[in-house]
């Protein structure tokens, strides 16, 4: 089963733009992370975010965390077409269980 | 080495085959984990593994056994699947105190027919 819904459910930018997607949850969590997964390929960590936090940034990346509103936000700025893969939040709960979202499929265009 | 292995990459299988998926890890991980991935969805969590002792079945049909030898091996083994158990199988592995940071191999691409 899976506990995130993310928004949007695809998304297709210029390279060199921004792009932002969403995920919100639904109970509350110790941590959330973000994984990439390139097409029928295994996923990849991303960045993790603690429930105590509110940004993170690594590289071009930058998460932030609204545990008032359940959600979280990836920002991925100044994108490459290597960018291009579905991205997906995921969850460990208070219970230890972890699920993963729905995924966004990112598409940049060169 | 932080790499997950899986073989073999693809897979096809009739429905009264039996054959057997492989992980393997050497980051000294006690956490593993197999997920089931249909197209254009997220994982679904099938099994998870604790220091060799299965801790997690997320009520897998008995059709998907899982098997863990020793500390850097998993194995799925799969006898008298039906066409919907399709899908890309992932094995991921984890620190078994950090189970948020899993590391996931490429995957076995599995098609019944």
């Known amino acids: 089963s899976q506990q995130g819904e993310e928004d949007p459910q695809a998304l297709s930018i210029q390279e060199g733009e921004n792009a932002t997607m969403n995920c919100s949850y639904k109970?509350?969590?110790?941590?959330l992370q973000w994984y990439r997964q390139n097409s029928g390929r295994g996923l990849v960590h991303l960045i993790l975010i603690r429930s105590n936090e509110r940004e993170k940034h690594s590289g071009r990346l930058r998460v932030t965390l609204d545990t008032s509103k359940k959600s979280s936000s990836l920002l991925i700025t100044a994108s490459r077409a290597a960018d291009t893969a579905s991205y997906f939040c995921a969850t460990e709960n208070t219970g230890n269980q972890f699920y993963f979202g729905t995924g966004t499929s990112l598409t940049v265009i060169p | 080495d932080t790499e997950v292995t899986q073989t073999p990459k693809h897979l096809v299988m009739g429905m009264t085959n039996k054959k057997s998926l492989k992980c393997e890890q050497h980051m000294g991980h006690r956490a593993m984990y197999w997920y089931k991935q249909k197209a254009k969805k997220p994982p679904e969590l099938m099994f998870v593994y604790s220091y060799e002792k299965l801790s997690i079945n997320e009520s897998v049909p008995s059709r998907f056994s899982p098997e863990c030898p020793n500390s850097s091996l998993l194995n799925l083994h799969l006898h008298a699947l039906q066409p919907e158990d399709s899908a890309l199988y992932l094995c991921a592995s984890s620190q078994a105190d950090r189970p948020y940071e899993q590391y996931f191999g490429p995957g076995t691409r599995l098609t019944v027919t």
């Open positions: 109970t509350s969590i110790n941590n």
